[in-house]
């Protein structure tokens, strides 16, 4: 089995969660994708969406911090719809 390991660092939000997307897409059906989030700094609503269905969809999150995991934990990215810091 062939492991894809894709590293995120600072933020995902904007235009980096459609880039992810397409990543995500590209890659093989046939071996394990882990996404490793130790350098996330802060993601979105649409980040934490897409980070959630791709650990859905069984791709691995490994590494993140207490407040990624904390906004994961929240459905669907509610915990940061709201968000309005310009972050």
Do not use: C, Y
Request: aromatic share 2%.
């Amino acid at each position: 089995m062939t492991l894809a390991l894709l590293a995120l660092d600072g933020k995902l939000l904007g235009p980096w969660v459609e880039e992810l997307r397409s990543v995500i897409a590209t890659l093989p059906g046939d071996g394990a994708v882990r996404l490793n989030l130790e350098n996330l700094i802060f993601a979105d609503a649409a980040g934490i969406e897409l980070l959630q269905t791709a650990q859905r969809n069984g791709i691995q999150l490994a590494g993140a911090s207490p407040l990624i995991d904390a906004l994961l934990a929240a459905p669907h990215g509610s915990a940061v719809a709201n968000d309005r810091t310009g972050v």
